[in-house]
């Protein structure tokens, strides 16, 4: 089975900061990584497909990069309503495995 | 406009069953790959299952045996049949559709999800 690992688990950071989330595979998955943001109590909603394309409808402070197995979710400019957990999933094979998650907090 | 509604979710003793349903709005379950994920109270996401359009289905190690994954074309209606259930099967259990195509595969919709809690 393919394992997900992203990092950090958490952190802290102020509105306006740049954040940069990582997620490394088990091995390769070519582009089929994808993020998600979750907020308390909330569905996890698609922000990221395919490493880099951007789900519509979702600020483009949101980026991401990288294939083979190592992949990165870049906030350029964070906002009040981005404090939230993120995921990475991996669609390459089954089971398809979630990150564990990184949750931004506010500093 | 697309929504996924899941229902079903209650209270079972170790041991017991429980039937999830996720009705779709917006378009058809029978032309589409569908999934449920969950997600323990605290913590994060766990995949479930997950059935293409062409009905092949797959399971997490930790379901296997016990969950079977379905659908009725003609209510337009995904299902997740819980047997055998277990007191860490406790979670938000979430239908999601997914989108596959050459090089992408990913969850667009979710549902609000439907609490599944295992105790005695």
């Known amino acids: 089975d393919i394992q997900m690992t992203q990092s950090p688990s958490s952190l802290s950071a102020s509105v306006g900061d740049r954040v940069t989330i990582t997620c490394r595979a088990s091995?390769?998955?070519?582009?089929?990584l994808n993020w998600y943001q979750q907020r308390p109590g909330k569905a996890p909603k698609l922000l990221i497909y395919a490493a880099s394309s951007l789900q519509s409808g979702v600020p483009s402070r949101f980026s991401g990069s990288g294939s083979g197995s190592d992949f990165t979710l870049t906030i350029s400019s964070l906002q009040p309503e981005d404090f939230a957990t993120y995921y990475c999933?991996?669609?390459?094979?089954?089971?398809?495995?979630f990150g564990q998650g990184t949750k931004v907090e506010i500093k | 406009e697309v929504q996924l509604v899941e229902s079903g979710g209650g209270l079972v003793q170790p041991g017991g069953s429980l039937r999830l349903s996720c009705a779709p709005s917006?378009?058809?379950?029978?032309?589409?790959?569908m999934s449920w994920v969950r997600q323990a109270p605290g913590k994060g996401l766990e995949w479930v299952s997950v059935?293409?359009?062409?009905?092949?289905?797959y399971y997490a190690d930790s379901v296997k045996g016990r969950f079977t994954i379905s659908r009725d074309n003609s209510k337009n209606t995904l299902y997740l049949q819980m047997n055998s259930l277990r007191a860490e099967d406790t979670a938000v259990y979430f239908c999601?559709?997914?989108?596959?195509?050459?090089?992408?595969?990913?969850?667009?919709?979710w549902g609000q999800g439907t609490l599944v809690t295992v105790s005695s």
């Open positions: 091995q390769t998955i070519g582009s089929y």
């Open positions: 059935i293409y359009s062409g009905g092949n289905t």
């Open positions: 917006g378009f058809t379950v029978s032309n589409t790959y």
């Open positions: 999933q991996q669609t390459y094979f089954t089971p398809l495995a």
């Open positions: 999601a559709r997914v989108r596959d195509g050459y090089n992408f595969r990913y969850f667009d919709y």
